[in-house]
């Protein structure tokens, strides 16, 4: 879904706990959903993604999880490292095969 | 090598000029696309474009063109430049094989003075 907020949400954690952050989209028709990382000074990169015939996906270190019901995607990042600091961002697919980037999310990693 | 990149990297200008912000990708991508981030990092589609059909966003001002000499590059060209077209302008590529999944260049910072 698109950003109506006028600031970066930030989630601030410690090093080695879980990190949830949330997303809600916007079209219930969207058929798949990516969760994009964004370093400072890098463009998005490619974390992990879902089809909506899913409601959970597994990576190494990530978990995407998918509500249609409710329009609401989450990614959960096990054992948080200073690494994972960056700006978050879920996507959604629409008709045109263009994604819908949500206002993004940023998670600013304590040690 | 580099999958999707992007020239140049930072581009400082002024008001009322033209310039032009290239995109080339090496993975057989068969759609490109450029965004614009804004200071809140939100992502802005402008343009979609394969080979066979250009999409544009309506909310973008027509002084900004797409042009696409091959399926490889996809450049964007902007006419008398304005201050709020100061931005961060990323090019993405993705293709039928990878369920449309995005891959993005670096980004231009763009700053108009």
């Known amino acids: 879904g698109e950003s109506v907020g006028l600031h970066l949400p930030t989630l601030s954690v410690q090093e080695g706990d879980n990190s949830i952050i949330n997303c809600a989209y916007s079209?219930?028709?969207?058929?798949?959903f990516i969760w994009y990382k964004q370093e400072s000074g890098k463009g998005p990169q490619f974390i992990i993604d879902?089809?909506?015939?899913?409601d959970k996906r597994q990576g190494q270190r990530v978990t995407v999880l998918l509500n249609k019901t409710v329009k609401h995607l989450s990614l959960q990042i096990a054992a948080t490292q200073p690494g994972d600091s960056a700006v978050y961002f879920c996507?959604?697919?629409?008709?045109?095969?263009?994604?819908?980037f949500g206002g993004g999310t940023r998670l600013m990693v304590k040690p | 090598d580099t999958a999707v990149s992007q020239t140049p990297k930072y581009l400082v200008t002024q008001m009322g000029n033209d310039k032009s912000i290239k995109c080339e990708q090496n993975l057989g991508h068969d759609t490109m696309y450029w965004y614009k981030q804004d200071s809140k990092k939100f992502l802005k589609i402008m343009f979609s474009?394969?080979?066979?059909?250009?999409?544009i966003n309506e909310t973008v001002p027509n002084r900004f063109s797409p042009k696409s000499p091959d399926k490889a590059h996809l450049n964007l060209h902007i006419n008398s430049l304005e201050l709020g077209d100061s931005a961060v302008y990323f090019c993405a590529s993705s293709s039928a094989a990878t369920n449309y999944g995005y891959t993005f260049g670096s980004g231009t910072r763009l700053t108009v003075v």
């Open positions: 474009y394969n080979n066979k059909e250009l999409i």
């Open positions: 879902i089809r909506s015939n899913m």
């Open positions: 996507a959604e697919k629409n008709a045109g095969n263009m994604l819908t």
């Open positions: 079209n219930s028709a969207s058929d798949y």
